[in-house]
């Protein structure tokens, strides 16, 4: 029998764990996070997104970091389990018939959220049907608006045949899944019979409906010309659209939820006053982003937790009391998962990096904003520092996506950059960074290094993981980090007006990290290791205590859920 659920949550990518790629990064590994902290907080949650049976792809790089993609295959039936339910959508004309995978997100008391992803590999449908839901984020606009049905409309259905009928919200984690609103829209319509929408059947989905939007990015807001909505979107559906606005000029993924949404937010306060600038008049609300405690705390540092903090795991501002933690112990156990991460380093790269020299870590999507390659444009000054302060060793990671051309090519130049400081210092780049390699960086570096260009950085969270550890960051003042950087306590700033405007330059930038790293924070690590342990005492208990899903989740209960 079911557990009552009241809140359905639809997300294009649930990120789980690395043996099931059904995530690119952030977005994802996100969702899998909040799941978890709704499963620990026993919330009445069900979530949808797509089964993506051939992953995003896995990443292969020639000697000179030119990528090439591969299908990242994984057998679904070891993972998932197949439900009975049957749904099915309308496609340029088309019935596409669906099925839904089960996954439960097991919390830490027993409490589990089921997980459905939806499939349409069946006999049922045409042969490039089956295929619409290999590949995340594959394709066209065309495989990507047919997605996105799959994901709105057939999440909405699928949930009706899996008998979930006590449903109250349905939160949208960013604007793929905008089309669950115009379902339900028009549920109402065809239940009565009706074709055109009144002001009352607006208000009542409205009442249903949260939206996060998670990039101030234009990129990021998925639009698709009327034509081709017109011709891919069943009719009625079309007319519905049409009768909101919605198809005036363009299907903007973004404004169709904004305008079916009751509650809006932003990822982060900065994002929070971005976003009310880039939606003029609509209000957004910020609720900052978190990680999953147990999930990305390393061992080591979950056996300290487990000592001096033993409530860490069902409360996770216990966390604010990491002080009592005694330097030479948090010393050791961060200096076991930077072994652990070194071993696995020089395993797969060849080279030998050295646990006992400063680490930076930079591990990101290779997007244009992030600048991955900013750190790198000086190679002559990195020496230098190396050289004057004991030494740096630096390790990289990241995709870049299939079709972004200016993204691939920052991969070469850090390919470039890694010949370019050898033999003086060494940069490691790993291959196919996913759950499992990101849970040793945040771990195993002495820093995390990020670098946005402001204001584009809507959060961010590899940074909050890296605090959970003990890692302090030196970043950008944009996304999480304006709230979470407290200088020489927490880390360090890159910038120094408060708003991050002062860093978009980027020659001037990459001078305040080499000034940072050769003045303050090298000489800290090799000459006054105490202060640096304190900081990094600080990085747990100010920012691991605050940045986690268990405090966002919270806030979507009381903000958003159960309003």
Avoid at 28 to 39: N, P, Q
Avoid at 88 to 104: K, M, N, P, S, Y
């Amino acid at each position: 029998m079911h557990h009552p659920r009241r809140i359905a949550y639809f997300c294009m990518e649930v990120g789980y764990q690395a043996s099931m790629p059904t995530y690119t990064g952030g977005l994802g590994i996100l969702a899998g996070d909040t799941l978890r902290s709704a499963a620990d907080l026993h919330l009445p949650v069900v979530a949808v997104t797509l089964l993506h049976r051939k992953g995003y792809f896995r990443q292969v790089l020639d000697a000179w970091g030119g990528q090439s993609e591969e299908p990242e295959r994984w057998a679904v039936s070891d993972f998932l389990k197949e439900t009975s339910a049957r749904a099915t959508v309308t496609i340029e004309g088309r019935t596409v018939h669906l099925r839904a995978w089960q996954f439960d997100v097991k919390g830490h008391g027993g409490f589990h959220v089921p997980v459905y992803f939806l499939d349409s590999a069946l006999d049922e449908n045409a042969e490039a049907d089956r295929t619409l839901t290999d590949h995340l984020y594959g394709g066209d606009t065309r495989y990507r608006l047919c997605q996105e049905i799959i994901l709105g409309v057939g999440g909405v259905r699928i949930l009706r045949a899996l008998g979930w009928r006590t449903l109250e919200r349905y939160h949208m984690n960013e604007g793929h899944a905008a089309l669950l609103a115009a379902e339900l829209l028009d549920e109402r319509l065809r239940a009565e019979n009706r074709h055109d929408p009144s002001p009352n059947d607006l208000e009542a989905v409205r009442k249903q409906c949260i939206f996060t939007t998670h990039t101030p990015v234009p990129a990021g807001h998925d639009e698709f010309p009327p034509e081709q909505a017109a011709t891919i979107i069943e009719p009625r559906l079309c007319h519905v659209l049409g009768r909101i606005g919605c198809l005036d000029g363009s299907l903007n993924m973004t404004h169709l939820a904004l305008k079916l949404s009751s509650y809006v937010n932003a990822v982060s306060r900065r994002h929070g006053e971005v976003s009310r600038k880039m939606f003029a008049g609509q209000h957004v609300d910020s609720i900052t982003n978190g990680v999953h405690a147990r999930t990305w705390v390393s061992p080591r540092i979950a056996e300290l937790f487990d000592r001096y903090l033993p409530l860490w795991r069902e409360e996770t501002f216990t966390l604010r009391q990491a002080m009592r933690i005694p330097n030479h112990e948090l010393w050791g156990a961060h200096v076991h998962a930077k072994i652990l991460l070194l071993d696995y380093v020089n395993r797969t790269t060849g080279l030998v990096l050295d646990p006992q020299v400063f680490t930076i870590g930079f591990a990101r999507r290779m997007a244009a904003y992030k600048r991955a390659d900013l750190f790198l444009d000086d190679v002559a000054r990195l020496k230098q520092i190396h050289g004057v302060t004991g030494g740096i060793q630096i390790i990289y990671a990241g995709k870049a996506h299939p079709r972004d051309t200016g993204a691939k090519e920052i991969l070469r130049h850090v390919f470039r950059a890694r010949e370019a400081l050898l033999p003086d210092v060494k940069l490691a780049f790993l291959t196919n960074y996913d759950m499992h390699v990101a849970s040793r960086l945040v771990s195993g570096v002495d820093l995390w290094l990020n670098t946005p260009e402001p204001p584009m950085e809507a959060s961010g969270t590899s940074g909050m993981k890296a605090a959970m550890n003990g890692v302090p960051s030196l970043s950008v003042l944009d996304g999480w980090w304006v709230e979470g950087c407290i200088e020489n306590v927490t880390g360090w700033a890159i910038g120094r007006d408060g708003d991050g405007r002062d860093a978009v330059d980027r020659g001037a930038t990459a001078e305040m990290i080499y000034d940072k790293l050769e003045h303050v924070i090298l000489p800290m690590y090799y000459h006054d290791r105490d202060r640096f342990i304190d900081i990094m005492r600080h990085a747990i208990a100010v920012n691991g205590s605050y940045f986690s899903t268990q405090r966002m989740v919270h806030q979507y209960a009381t903000r958003a859920y159960f309003r």
